[in-house]
C-alpha cells in the first residue's frame, strides 16, 4: 500500500511499514499535479512545459522522463500511476492512499449527507485529513490555483460544522478557530467563534476573540471592524448607551526618511544578501511604531514577516523570540516541507513537543549547532522573502543571539532580514551587534526625538485638529519630542504635565476606572505576555468585572491583543503601572500570579518554568522558587541554552544560601550545585575555574551528607576538570578516592567510569600497565550504558586512550587494534561527540608511531568535524597534530597557535607532549627553550608519561648527551615504557665512542 502525502507534509511513503521511498520535491510535485487531475490524462507535453518552463522542449520533455524513470524506480509497477507514451494520470485505486484524495471523498461525503450526525462525521473526517496546505512552500500557479481551492473548501467544512447542532461544543470551538486561522481577516470567523464561546459562557474567551479581530484588522487592513461585530461585542458586554469606540492609532508622521532607509536595507537583503537593520533609540522614540510599520509595507509585497519580542523581566524562556518566529503561520507552512531531522530540532523548542530530559551537556554540546541549523532551516524554508523583527533586543538572551548570528552565517545568500529595535542607554545586545558590525551583516539607523514642527505634526495626527501655537510649544516642551509621550499625553484630553518622561503616563493611568486601574497593577506584576483567565485567577475582583475591565484598557490602549493573550502597549506604561503597586500590594500579587500560573499550566509546568519561580521568589515563597529555578534550567539545558540555565541556577542557589544552616538546606544547596556543574562545563569548558569550585562545593557537601552517590559523582566530574587543567596528581588522588567508593550496588556507569579515570591519570603519571589494566575495566563495565557521568564514553574512550599505553608498553600491534576499535565503535554509535574523541587520540597513536600519510588523513575528519560541531578543544589537538604532519614553517606556525590556545583555554594537560611536537619543527635555540619549558611543565604538573622523549630530545642538544640519555632510559624504565626505552638504547648506542 503506497501512502502519498501531500498537505502540510511531502512525501511518499510504504503505508504498512512506515517506510519512506521518496521525498524528493520534484518527484512528490510531479505525482501532486497529477493527483489533483486525478482521473484526466495530462499530457506529456504540457507538463514538461510546466515544471521545466525555462528548457527548450526538447529538453523538458528529457527532464521529464528522466524524472519519470526515478519516479518509476522508487514506486514499482504502482497501478495508480499510468504512463503512456503520450501522457500522464493518476488513478484512485485500492493500493494507494493520497491525503488529498481522502480529503475530497469525505468533502463530499459530508455536503451530500442528510443527517447532522454523518456531516459531522465526514466533515470531521476531512478535517482531519488536511494537515496542511498543499505543498507548502512551493509557489508554482498551478500550485497556487490548487492550494487556493483547497482551502476554500476547508474553510466551507468549517462552517458546515459551525452550524451542524451537535452535543460537541469543542469540536465547533476547533473549527470556528481553525477557520481564523485560513481566513485571518474575514470577519465572520470572529463573529462565529465569539457566539459559540457566548453559548459555552465564555464570555472573557469571546471578549479576546474581538480584540484579536480588532488587532489584526488594524494591523492588517487599516480598518476597525464592521458594524455587526462591534455589536456581537456590545450584545456580550451587555454595556448600556452608546457604543464605546477605542482610541485611534496614529499613522506613521515624519519618519519618511527612515522608511526609505529601512526599505534600502529590505531589497538589498530580497536579492540574496542576508543582513540586520538595527533601529536604535531611547525609550519612546518609535522604534517599534517604525518597523512595524514597515513590516506591515514588507508583508503587503509578499514576504514573510514573523515578529519575535525580548522582555526585560525574567521568566521568559531561552529563544523565546524564535519560538515565537516558528509559531507565525507562514513558517509553519513552509517549514512542514522539511525533512523529518530538521523538524525534530525544531520540536525541540516548540511546547507543542517537548524534548525528553536526559544525557551530558557536554556530550550533547555538539547537538546545539545541528539545533541552530534546523531552526534556521524552518526559517528560511520558503521560496518567499523573510523579514524577521527581533524587538527590544537590549533583554535579548545570549540563546537568541548567537542563533541570529549563525542563521546570518549558514544562510548568507538567503533572502531574509532581521530588524531589531534597541534602547539606548540599556546594558546587553552588545556583543553580538558589534560582531556582525564587524562583519559587515548591520545597517545601523538611529531614531531620534521629534522636533518642534514633527512635534505638532504628530500632535495633530492624534488630537484629529490643528493645534494653537502655545499648545505645540507646551507639547513639545512637556514631552521633548518623543512620540510615545506625545501619543499618551493627548490621549489624557488634558494639558500634558510637566513631568516629561513619568507625568504623562501616569496621566494617563490614572484615567480608567477603579477596576481597571487594579487589574492594571497586576497585568504589570504578570509582567508580560498574560491571558484573561490568569488575571481573573489571580485577581480580587469577579470574572466579569476582570472582563470588563481589560475591554477598558483595551479600549484605551494600554493593553494590546498579543497571540491570544494580552500586553502592555508599551514598555513604560507597564513599568509605570508597577510603580503604583505598593510594594506590600506587589509581594501579595506576585503570590496569587504564582499560583494562578500553577493552575493554569498544570500539565505543562516546563513551558512556564520560569515565569513561575521569578513570581515565587518575588512572592516571599523562596522554597517553591527554588524548587521552579532547578526546573527551568533543565528546561533551558535541553535547548543548549547553558548560560541561561547557569542564571536561574545561581538565582536559586542564592535563595537557597539564605536559609538557615540544617541538613535540609546542605541537601537543597548540593541539588543545585550538581545541576550547575554541566551547564557550566558546557557553557565555560572543564578548564573553568568556576566549574572547579563548584564541585569541590559539591563534593564536601555530598561528603558531609554522606551521600556517597553524590560525592562519586562530584569526584568522577572534578577529576575531569583538574585533568584537563594539568592538574595530573591532584586528578589521580581524586580518582583513587572515587574508586574506594565504589561498592556492589554502584551503577555500571559509575563503576565504569571510575575506572576511566584512575587509568588516565595513571598514563599520564608514567604507570601505563596500570592504566591499561583500568581502562580495560571501565570499558567492560560501561558497554551498553546509556549515561556516561564524566561526559564520555568510556567504551569509546578507553580503547582509544588504552592505545598510547600499548604503545608505550610495546605493543604496537595492539595500539593500532585499540585506536581503530575506537573509531570503528564511535561511527557504529553515530555520536560525533565520541567520534572527535577517538579520531583526536587516534591522531595522537598515529604520531607517537610517526605515521604521517595516516595521521594527516585522521586531523582532517577530526578537523571537519570540530568545525562543524564547535568543538573548540580538539580542535587545538588537530591543529598542533595537523602542523606537525606538514611540517616546514606553516606546520611550525599551526603547532605555536594550537598550544597557544590549548594554554589560552587553561588546557595544560599532555603539555610536555605537544611542546616537543613544536620543539621538532622548530629551529634548534628554540627549540631547545622549548624543552626546557616541557620539562618545567611536566615536573610542576606530573604529567610525567612523555618526560623521557622529552629529555631525549634535549639531549640532542647538549655537548655531551650521555648523561642527559642515560636519565631518560632510566626513567623509561622505570615508567615500564618500552617504546621510549628503545628510541634512548638507540640514541645511546649512536652516541657511544666508536
Not at 479 to 500: C, D, I, K, M, W
Amino acid at each position: 500500500m503506497l501512502r502519498v502525502s501531500l498537505l502540510g507534509e511531502q512525501v511518499i511513503a510504504d503505508d504498512a511499514t512506515g517506510a519512506v521511498l521518496t521525498r524528493s520535491p520534484r518527484s512528490v510535485a510531479l505525482v501532486a499535479y497529477l493527483v489533483v487531475h486525478a482521473g484526466l490524462a495530462q499530457p506529456r507535453r504540457l507538463i514538461a512545459g510546466l515544471f521545466w518552463p525555462d528548457s527548450t522542449d526538447a529538453q523538458a520533455l528529457t527532464n521529464l522522463r528522466r524524472e519519470l524513470h526515478q519516479l518509476r524506480h522508487v514506486l514499482g509497477e504502482q497501478p495508480s500511476l499510468a504512463v503512456t507514451g503520450r501522457d500522464l494520470c493518476w488513478r484512485d485505486t485500492p493500493s494507494s492512499r493520497v491525503d488529498v484524495r481522502e480529503f475530497d471523498a469525505a468533502r463530499r461525503a459530508a455536503l451530500a449527507t442528510g443527517d447532522a450526525r454523518g456531516v459531522l462525521t465526514h466533515a470531521h473526517a476531512a478535517l482531519a485529513a488536511y494537515r496542511g496546505e498543499l505543498l507548502p512552500g512551493l509557489a508554482d500557479d498551478w500550485v497556487l490555483a490548487a492550494r487556493a481551492e483547497l482551502d476554500r473548501q476547508c474553510v466551507e467544512l468549517c462552517d458546515l460544522i459551525c452550524r451542524t447542532p451537535s452535543g460537541d461544543s469543542a469540536a465547533a470551538l476547533a473549527a470556528a478557530r481553525r477557520r481564523i486561522r485560513l481566513r485571518p481577516l474575514e470577519e465572520t470567523g470572529y463573529r462565529t467563534l465569539m457566539r459559540l464561546q457566548a453559548d459555552a459562557g465564555d464570555r472573557a474567551g469571546a471578549m479576546s476573540t474581538y480584540h484579536r479581530c480588532a488587532s489584526v484588522l488594524e494591523r492588517e487592513l487599516g480598518v476597525v471592524p464592521a458594524e455587526p461585530t462591534r455589536a456581537a461585542l456590545q450584545r456580550l458586554l451587555a454595556r448600556p448607551g452608546p457604543e464605546v469606540g477605542r482610541a485611534a492609532a496614529p499613522g506613521l508622521v515624519g519618519r519618511a526618511a527612515e522608511l526609505a532607509r529601512l526599505g534600502e536595507a529590505w531589497r538589498a537583503a530580497a536579492a540574496g544578501h542576508a543582513g540586520v537593520v538595527l533601529v536604535r533609540g531611547d525609550a519612546g522614540v518609535g522604534k517599534t511604531r517604525l518597523v512595524t510599520e514597515f513590516a506591515g509595507l514588507a508583508r503587503a509585497e509578499g514576504a514573510v514577516v514573523a515578529t519575535g519580542r525580548c522582555f526585560g523581566s525574567a521568566g521568559q524562556l531561552p529563544l523565546a523570540p524564535v519560538a515565537e518566529w516558528l509559531r507565525t503561520p507562514a513558517v509553519q507552512r513552509a517549514a512542514a516541507a522539511l525533512d523529518p531531522v530538521w523538524r525534530a530540532e525544531v520540536d525541540r523548542l516548540l511546547p507543542a513537543a517537548r524534548p525528553v530530559a536526559g544525557g551530558h551537556p557536554m556530550v550533547d554540546a555538539w547537538q546545539r549547532l545541528r539545533f541552530f541549523e534546523g531552526l534556521a532551516r524552518a526559517l528560511t524554508a520558503g521560496e518567499r522573502p523573510v523579514l524577521l523583527v527581533l524587538d527590544n533586543a537590549q533583554w535579548c538572551d545570549e540563546e537568541t543571539s548567537a542563533f541570529v548570528t549563525f542563521c546570518l552565517g549558514l544562510a548568507p545568500d538567503a533572502p531574509l532580514l532581521v530588524a531589531v529595535t534597541l534602547r539606548e542607554g540599556e546594558a546587553g545586545a552588545g556583543a553580538w551587534i558589534t560582531q556582525l558590525r564587524e562583519d559587515g551583516k548591520l545597517t545601523e539607523l538611529p531614531l531620534r526625538p521629534f522636533d518642534a514642527d514633527g512635534t505638532a505634526q504628530l500632535g495633530e495626527a492624534v488630537a484629529g485638529r490643528p493645534l494653537s501655537e502655545p499648545d505645540r510649544t507646551l507639547l513639545h516642551a512637556a514631552t521633548g519630542g518623543f512620540p510615545l509621550y506625545v501619543v499618551e499625553a493627548l490621549r489624557t484630553s488634558a494639558s500634558p504635565p510637566a513631568g516629561r518622561l513619568t507625568g504623562v503616563l501616569r496621566a494617563r493611568l490614572e484615567q480608567p476606572g477603579p477596576a481597571a486601574r487594579e487589574v492594571a497593577g497586576l497585568a504589570a506584576a504578570a509582567g508580560r505576555d498574560f491571558t484573561l483567565e490568569l488575571l481573573a485567577e489571580a485577581s480580587d475582583l469577579d470574572a466579569d468585572t476582570v472582563v470588563d475591565a481589560v475591554d477598558e484598557l483595551w479600549r484605551r490602549r494600554i493593553l494590546r491583543e498579543v497571540g491570544g493573550g494580552y500586553d502592555f502597549t508599551h514598555d513604560l506604561l507597564r513599568d509605570a503601572a508597577y510603580q503604583q503597586v505598593s510594594p506590600p500590594r506587589r509581594w501579595l500579587l506576585h503570590r496569587r500570579l504564582a499560583q494562578g500560573i500553577e493552575l493554569l499550566h498544570a500539565g505543562d509546568p516546563d513551558a512556564v518554568a520560569a515565569q513561575l519561580a521569578e513570581q515565587y521568589a518575588r512572592g516571599g515563597r523562596p522554597d517553591r522558587a527554588v524548587e521552579h529555578y532547578r526546573r527551568a534550567a533543565a528546561v533551558a539545558t535541553r535547548t543548549f541554552a547553558h548560560a541561561e540555565a547557569i542564571r536561574l541556577l545561581k538565582e536559586a542557589l542564592a535563595l537557597v544560601r539564605t536559609r538557615p544552616p540544617s541538613g535540609n538546606r546542605d541537601r537543597a544547596e548540593l541539588a543545585v550545585l550538581e545541576a550547575l556543574a554541566g551547564p557550566l562545563n558546557a557553557h565555560q569548558g572543564y578548564a573553568s575555574p568556576e566549574l572547579h569550585r563548584t564541585l569541590e562545593q559539591s563534593l564536601a557537601l555530598a561528603e558531609s551528607l554522606d551521600s556517597q552517590d553524590s560525592a562519586l559523582t562530584a569526584l568522577l566530574e572534578l577529576w575531569s576538570s583538574q585533568f584537563v587543567r594539568g592538574r595530573t596528581a591532584q586528578a589521580h588522588e581524586s580518582a583513587e578516592r572515587a574508586l574506594s567508593l565504589l561498592a556492589p550496588g554502584t551503577s555500571p556507569a559509575l563503576s565504569g567510569s571510575a575506572h576511566f579515570i584512575v587509568a588516565g591519570s595513571s598514563v599520564s603519571l608514567g604507570r601505563p600497565a596500570e592504566g591499561l589494566r583500568h581502562f580495560e575495566l571501565g570499558a567492560e563495565r560501561t558497554r551498553g550504558a546509556s549515561t556516561w557521568p564524566i561526559g564520555t564514553r568510556p567504551d569509546i574512550h578507553g580503547p582509544a586512550w588504552a592505545a598510547h599505553a600499548h604503545w608505550l608498553l610495546g605493543h604496537d600491534d595492539a595500539a593500532v587494534a585499540s585506536s581503530a576499535e575506537a573509531v570503528e565503535r564511535a561511527r557504529a554509535a553515530g555520536h560525533p561527540y565520541s567520534l572527535t574523541i577517538a579520531l583526536a587520540y587516534a591522531g595522537i597513536t598515529h604520531q607517537l608511531r610517526r605515521d604521517r600519510a595516516a595521521l594527516s588523513a585522521t586531523v582532517a575528519e577530526l578537523r571537519g568535524l570540530c568545525d562543524r560541531y564547535g568543538f573548540a578543544y580538539y580542535r587545538e589537538w588537530a591543529l598542533v597534530l595537523g602542523g606537525w604532519a606538514r611540517g616546514g614553517a606553516a606546520g611550525l606556525a599551526a603547532t605555536q597557535a594550537g598550544v597557544a590556545h590549548l594554554k589560552a583555554e587553561g588546557a595544560f594537560a599532555r603539555m610536555p607532549y605537544w611542546l616537543t611536537l613544536v620543539a621538532e619543527l622548530s629551529a634548534p635555540g628554540a627549540a631547545r627553550a622549548t624543552l626546557d619549558a616541557a620539562l618545567a611543565a611536566g615536573e610542576a604538573r606530573d604529567d610525567r608519561w612523555w618526560l623521557p622523549e622529552v629529555l631525549r630530545l634535549r639531549a640532542a642538544h647538549d655537548a655531551d648527551p650521555g648523561p642527559r640519555l642515560l636519565a631518560a632510559a632510566e626513567l623509561a624504565r622505570a615508567q615500564g615504557s618500552v617504546a621510549l626505552l628503545r628510541r634512548c638504547e638507540a640514541d645511546l648506542a649512536v652516541s657511544e665512542p666508536s
